[in-house]
């Protein structure tokens, strides 16, 4: 009788955390196992590229015979969020000429090559007038070059027309001079051990939860080799921390904008709650429970009660913005000249990929939602290509295991697909 109860329960168990054996394993090719077959699965990635790259709606544009940018066609700006995206896309499916184009177009237009902002970017120019609308940097931009230059010398080496590894070198070795002169700063809070909302100003003492990407600190202790692996490594450790205070215990939602408490941080632009920015949280925690697997438990726990209160307001029909206790907000925030809740497209992408680390049943039903899911125009005409769309490839790759930790020892020799 022991026995049974005791098979009963590991049974129980597994059917509820199935996923949990795979902590820290690497990205799982999740839409197979919820029923796909590869070629359509390659063929989906692969469309979804192209909508972005190539397509009548495409966010990337060359320039000329060796540049391209990824411009974030509502706001009508190019932004380093999406300049490195673009780049991480890349590196990740192979993409040799699309990573150099970006990279040498960021380079040229908007990494600042002197005074106290050497070495950081500004974070959005307008790409017909070429005017930079801030000379500032936004923290995420910097945290996604440096890791996909850091993948990229990894894959396809440092002699092939760029030195990655020093490009990624060279950010870091000019973050760790920031001291405050000029008002700047590391893109890390050095005494929080966070990434900053911006490195300047008051910007450098509160935080994004969505820049709080712990697999990416872990990269930098792996790869970026430069004397500070222990405090990035602290870093990843904190920014785990930081996450089970910025999300809320029984919803799972966190605002977009914190204090290093975890608590809200008000802005003149914007009412604390769970918005645009806040999707991507989801995306990030399934990638550190997949890569590195160290807070699984939490983590587990977390995707639960997230899918939990998204399962409450309707799998057809729940919203984009909520206030952390999961009621409605009674100020929405606009983009792209529309201001309303919607269905949207980023967020059901980046809460699939909570199903990596944690499957009801193995009923895969964000998954499948998110399989079903086109990027196309809304009913009353919004259109977001570049946020949507971002989050939607991402989380894409994330599920069909094109996300990947790319290591020399796996991936130096092979050949471009460029």
């Known amino acids: 009788m022991r026995l049974s109860l005791f ?5 129980t168990l597994f059917l509820q955390y199935g996923t ?14 919820a029923g796909y077959q590869q070629k359509d699965i390659d063929a989906k990635v692969q469309k979804a590229y192209d909508d972005l790259f190539k397509g009548p709606h495409k966010i990337y544009f ?6 391209a940018y990824v411009s974030d066609l509502k706001n009508h700006d190019a932004r380093t969020e999406g300049l490195s995206y673009g780049m991480m896309v890349a590196v990740q499916l192979d993409k040799k000429e699309v990573f150099d184009r970006i ?8 990494q600042h090559q002197e005074g106290p902002r050497k070495g950081y970017f500004a974070w959005s120019i307008n790409p017909n ?5 801030s000379e500032g940097s936004a923290s995420d931009g910097e945290l996604f070059y440096i890791t996909s230059l850091l993948f990229a010398s990894n894959k396809w080496g440092n002699h092939t027309g760029i030195n990655y590894y020093a490009e990624a070198r060279n950010i870091l070795d000019a973050m760790w001079t920031k001291d405050g002169t000029g008002n700047i700063y590391n893109i890390i809070n050095t005494a929080h051990k966070q990434i900053s909302f911006v490195p300047e100003g008051d910007g450098y003492n509160w935080t994004d939860p969505s820049y709080h990407v712990p697999s990416f600190m ?3 202790a792996r790869y970026a080799k430069d004397g500070h692996e222990k405090f990035y490594k602290d870093c990843a450790d904190t920014s785990r921390i930081f996450l089970h205070r910025a999300c809320n215990e029984i919803t799972g939602l966190n605002y977009d904008y914190t204090e290093f408490s975890g608590k809200a941080h008000a802005t003149r632009w914007m009412v604390p709650a769970f918005r645009y920015d806040s999707w991507r949280v989801p995306m990030n925690i399934a990638m550190d429970y997949n890569w590195f697997g160290t807070d699984a438990k939490w983590q587990q726990s977390y995707a639960q009660r997230l899918q939990q209160f998204i399962r409450s307001r309707g799998m057809d029909t729940f919203e984009d913005q909520f206030n952390v206790d999961g009621s409605l907000p009674e100020t929405i925030l606009g983009a792209g000249g529309f201001k309303k809740l919607r269905h949207s497209l980023g967020l059901i992408s980046t809460l699939a990929t909570t199903e990596s680390i944690y499957n009801k049943n193995k009923q895969f039903d964000f998954v499948h939602k998110l399989w079903n899911a086109k990027l196309e125009p809304y009913p009353d005409g919004y259109f977001d290509p570049y946020y949507d769309g971002l989050l939607y490839l991402f989380s894409l790759m994330h599920l069909s295991g094109k996300y990947q930790i790319i290591s020399p020892e ?6 471009n697909d460029t």
């Not at 060359?62 to 540049?67: H, K, L, P, Q, T």
């Not at 990279?103 to 908007?110: F, H, P, T």
């Not at 007038?129 to 609308?133: F, I, Y």
């Open 218 to 220: 872990e990269i930098w």
């Open 103 to 110: 990279w040498r177009w960021s380079k040229k237009y908007l």
């Open 7 to 11: 098979i009963f329960g590991f049974i």
């Open 129 to 133: 007038t070429m005017k930079k609308n």
């Open 410 to 415: 796996r991936n130096q020799g092979k050949k």
């Open 62 to 67: 060359e320039v000329g015979d060796s540049m």
């Open 20 to 33: 949990a054996q795979t902590a820290g394993k690497g990205p799982r090719n999740v839409f197979k196992e």
